[in-house]
Nanobody
Protein backbone atom coordinates (compact mmCIF):
# COMPACT_ATOMS: atom_id res chain seq x y z
CA UNK A 1 0.00 0.00 0.00
CA UNK A 2 1.40 3.35 -1.06
CA UNK A 3 1.53 6.08 1.54
CA UNK A 4 1.93 9.75 0.70
CA UNK A 5 3.91 12.28 2.71
CA UNK A 6 3.83 15.98 1.90
CA UNK A 7 6.54 18.47 2.77
CA UNK A 8 7.67 21.95 1.88
CA UNK A 9 4.96 24.03 3.50
CA UNK A 10 5.70 27.07 5.60
CA UNK A 11 5.25 30.79 6.02
CA UNK A 12 5.85 33.02 3.03
CA UNK A 13 5.10 36.62 2.17
CA UNK A 14 2.59 37.51 -0.50
CA UNK A 15 4.25 37.39 -3.89
CA UNK A 16 6.65 34.70 -2.79
CA UNK A 17 7.10 31.12 -3.90
CA UNK A 18 7.13 27.65 -2.40
CA UNK A 19 7.58 24.17 -3.74
CA UNK A 20 5.62 21.40 -2.12
CA UNK A 21 6.73 17.81 -2.42
CA UNK A 22 4.76 14.62 -2.12
CA UNK A 23 6.72 11.44 -1.56
CA UNK A 24 5.28 8.01 -2.04
CA UNK A 25 6.50 5.52 0.50
CA UNK A 26 5.69 2.06 1.64
CA UNK A 27 7.14 -1.27 2.60
CA UNK A 28 9.63 -2.30 -0.07
CA UNK A 29 8.13 0.25 -2.43
CA UNK A 30 9.64 -0.27 -5.86
CA UNK A 31 10.91 2.53 -7.99
CA UNK A 32 8.23 3.92 -10.29
CA UNK A 33 5.44 2.66 -8.00
CA UNK A 34 3.82 6.09 -8.11
CA UNK A 35 3.53 5.82 -11.89
CA UNK A 36 0.43 3.67 -11.39
CA UNK A 37 -1.34 6.62 -9.75
CA UNK A 38 -2.77 9.75 -11.26
CA UNK A 39 -1.94 12.40 -8.71
CA UNK A 40 -3.51 15.59 -7.48
CA UNK A 41 -3.19 18.41 -5.00
CA UNK A 42 -6.04 19.72 -2.91
CA UNK A 43 -6.18 22.35 -0.21
CA UNK A 44 -8.36 23.22 2.72
CA UNK A 45 -8.47 26.67 4.25
CA UNK A 46 -9.79 27.18 7.79
CA UNK A 47 -13.55 26.83 7.87
CA UNK A 48 -13.72 25.90 4.20
CA UNK A 49 -14.30 22.73 2.24
CA UNK A 50 -11.36 20.95 0.69
CA UNK A 51 -10.88 22.17 -2.86
CA UNK A 52 -9.11 20.89 -5.93
CA UNK A 53 -5.88 22.65 -6.89
CA UNK A 54 -4.13 20.67 -9.61
CA UNK A 55 -3.65 17.19 -11.00
CA UNK A 56 -1.35 15.29 -13.29
CA UNK A 57 -1.84 12.14 -15.30
CA UNK A 58 0.10 8.92 -14.79
CA UNK A 59 2.89 9.78 -17.19
CA UNK A 60 2.77 13.50 -16.55
CA UNK A 61 1.78 14.35 -20.10
CA UNK A 62 -1.32 16.29 -19.06
CA UNK A 63 -1.97 18.63 -16.17
CA UNK A 64 -5.12 20.31 -14.88
CA UNK A 65 -5.56 23.35 -12.67
CA UNK A 66 -8.23 25.16 -10.76
CA UNK A 67 -8.88 28.58 -12.27
CA UNK A 68 -7.71 30.24 -9.07
CA UNK A 69 -4.17 28.90 -9.45
CA UNK A 70 -3.77 28.71 -13.21
CA UNK A 71 -0.54 30.32 -14.44
CA UNK A 72 0.75 30.58 -10.86
CA UNK A 73 1.05 26.93 -9.83
CA UNK A 74 2.75 24.08 -11.67
CA UNK A 75 2.30 20.40 -10.88
CA UNK A 76 4.97 17.93 -11.94
CA UNK A 77 6.15 14.45 -11.15
CA UNK A 78 9.27 12.32 -11.15
CA UNK A 79 8.11 8.74 -11.30
CA UNK A 80 11.66 7.41 -11.00
CA UNK A 81 11.84 8.98 -7.55
CA UNK A 82 8.21 8.35 -6.59
CA UNK A 83 7.72 12.09 -6.17
CA UNK A 84 5.10 14.68 -7.11
CA UNK A 85 5.62 18.42 -6.80
CA UNK A 86 3.58 21.59 -6.68
CA UNK A 87 5.48 24.72 -7.54
CA UNK A 88 3.59 27.77 -6.28
CA UNK A 89 4.49 31.30 -7.34
CA UNK A 90 2.95 34.74 -6.88
CA UNK A 91 1.38 33.49 -3.70
CA UNK A 92 -1.59 35.33 -2.25
CA UNK A 93 -3.02 35.37 1.28
CA UNK A 94 -6.02 33.46 -0.07
CA UNK A 95 -3.68 30.57 -0.91
CA UNK A 96 -3.28 29.98 2.82
CA UNK A 97 -4.41 26.42 3.53
CA UNK A 98 -3.34 22.91 4.36
CA UNK A 99 -2.27 21.29 1.11
CA UNK A 100 -2.84 17.59 0.49
CA UNK A 101 -1.61 15.31 -2.22
CA UNK A 102 -3.74 12.40 -3.29
CA UNK A 103 -3.61 9.62 -5.82
CA UNK A 104 -5.75 7.10 -7.58
CA UNK A 105 -4.96 4.25 -9.91
CA UNK A 106 -8.07 4.56 -12.08
CA UNK A 107 -9.19 8.18 -12.12
CA UNK A 108 -7.62 11.58 -12.41
CA UNK A 109 -8.15 13.77 -9.33
CA UNK A 110 -10.36 16.76 -10.01
CA UNK A 111 -13.00 18.91 -8.42
CA UNK A 112 -15.46 16.15 -9.25
CA UNK A 113 -13.19 13.20 -8.39
CA UNK A 114 -12.32 13.45 -4.71
CA UNK A 115 -13.04 9.90 -3.65
CA UNK A 116 -9.43 8.90 -4.16
CA UNK A 117 -7.54 5.85 -3.01
CA UNK A 118 -4.75 7.44 -1.05
CA UNK A 119 -4.22 10.78 0.69
CA UNK A 120 -1.35 12.37 2.51
CA UNK A 121 -1.69 14.09 5.86
CA UNK A 122 -1.09 17.57 4.51
CA UNK A 123 1.39 20.38 4.80
CA UNK A 124 0.45 23.86 5.95
CA UNK A 125 1.05 26.91 3.80
CA UNK A 126 0.59 30.37 5.26
CA UNK A 127 0.86 33.45 3.07
CA UNK A 128 1.19 36.73 4.91
CA UNK A 129 0.07 40.02 3.42
Amino acid sequence: QVQLVESGGGLVQAGGSLRLSCAASGRALPSYAISTYAMGWFRQAPGMDREFVASITWTGDTTYYANSVKERFTVSRDNSRNMVYLRMTSLKPEDTAVYYCAGDRTKIPSAGNRNLEVWGQGTRVTVSS
